[in-house]
């Protein structure tokens, strides 16, 4: 993503006109007046609400009266939402910036045992399997691992009712369970983990496989988080070092984060694109028609070959990339499939995605909605929907998920190790890349996806963008006298 520092004071201009010297006194209701002006401004379905049009109301005065007419700022945001939970599932508001910047960042609370929640074939009860074991978490001291199954929380079952409360709370007890001939059975042990503030590296796993001539990188990457860069970087650096010349991406547990890091990435598996288009943001109509009439470039994300720190990207100029999937691989992570499709050979083994298409930004109280001269009497912040992505072709319209090219779902039985090949998936992508043999893998167990533990958190799901698109100020210098 382009460096950005200023925003579209001309489209403020345009949406706010109405708001003359005289009648710009909103401080009888601050934190309301930024939510509608924010969203007026930004969101993505501005168009669709009646309430954000920029003729709803003539004066100051006509906003103030509608804004009072809210009990508190999270029922004024959500009421200016369009279609909320079935086309907006993503746009949120906080109390206080800086939890939604460190969720941005992979900082939440955690106790290091990531995990996915499972349907039982009732459609009632729930079970768990564990995904994986952060580094230097509680989890990691405890005994419990990749794989390990439970099935009740403090010695209640779970069920669709509960999950979510029981694990919810910062220390439980989770009760744990194998399956014997295909039925999930308690085994008796009990493991009692306490969440605590976390920062995840995302970049959880790098190995290189050896396949009789075939030197195949394997990369675990659970988060776009653009704090790591320099760690992703290095990681393919570590692969370029020992040459290989095929690569198996893991984003099965990666929900997602920022564009410019999927960018960076994209130029990581490659390497002989650079300066071509990536991907492109749709944005509302009105900032739309702008930037296409007056700076189109400020759209566009093109492969690169530096980090924003300068650092040079180590690429592997690779002609195909093997990415493994699950219904929990979303937003950024889909946003790189589709947009590196058009340019190589992207095989994705799994099973279809979220469906996360649209991307968000913070705002906040500001005088031009970002963090500088932010105001001091709140610490409110938005991180609305404001774009849609699309690839060099023109597509971007996979709100359905992006189906699998080999549907193998995870074996709750038999997970395997991470990069190993008795990771079923990872098994299939290397018989696919050596053409040793069909994937004769049949899950031994199969259930129905509920949640995970990264959606089950607030922001667990977010593409975004980390500035706005940059070029105003130059234009403002001869529309602003």
Known sequence: MKKISVLLTVLMITAFGFQSCEDMDDTDVPVYDFIWKGLNLYYLWKDEVPDLSDERFANQDQLNNYLEGFS??????????????????????????????????GVSKSNGAEFGLKLASNGNDVFGYIRYILPNSDASGKNIQRGDLFYAVNGTPLNVNNYQSLLSADTYTLNLATFVNGVLTATGEDVTLTKTAYAENPVHHVNVINEGSHKIGYLMYNG??????????????????????????????NSGGSVRTATYLASMITGQFTGQLFSKQQWNSTIQEHYEDNNPEALTELFGTQ????AAISSLNLSR????????????????????S?????VVIGTTTTGKNVGSITLYDSPDFTSANRDGSHR?????????????????????????????PEDMANLGE????????????????????RNNFEPEVKARNLRDSKNLRRFGTEMYIEELPEGAHILLKNMIQ
């Open 418 to 437: 991470i990069g190993s090949t008795s990771d079923p998936l990872v098994a299939a992508a290397v018989n696919n890349i050596t053409g040793m043999g």
């Open 307 to 310: 980090l924003s720190n300068g």
């Open 72 to 105: 508190s700022p999270e029922s004024l945001f959500e009421s200016l939402l369009y279609q909320r939970n079935v086309i907006d599932k993503w746009s949120i508001i906080v109390p206080d910036f800086t939890v939604l910047e460190n969720a941005l960042q």
């Open 321 to 340: 990339v093997y990415v493994l999937t699950t219904q929990s691989t979303a937003s950024a992570s889909e946003l790189l499939i589709n947009c590196l």
């Open 342 to 346: 058009p340019y190589i050979d992207v």
């Open 380 to 408: 409110y912040a938005m991180q609305p929907i404001v774009i849609r992505t699309i690839n060099s072709e023109g597509f971007g319209e996979y709100s359905q998920g992006l189906a699998p090219d080999i549907e193998l």
């Open 224 to 253: 776009f988080y653009s704090s790591y860069d320099a760690d992703l970087n290095a990681a393919f650096a570590q692969l370029k070092s020992q040459n290989v010349s095929e690569l198996i991406l893991d984003l099965r547990y």
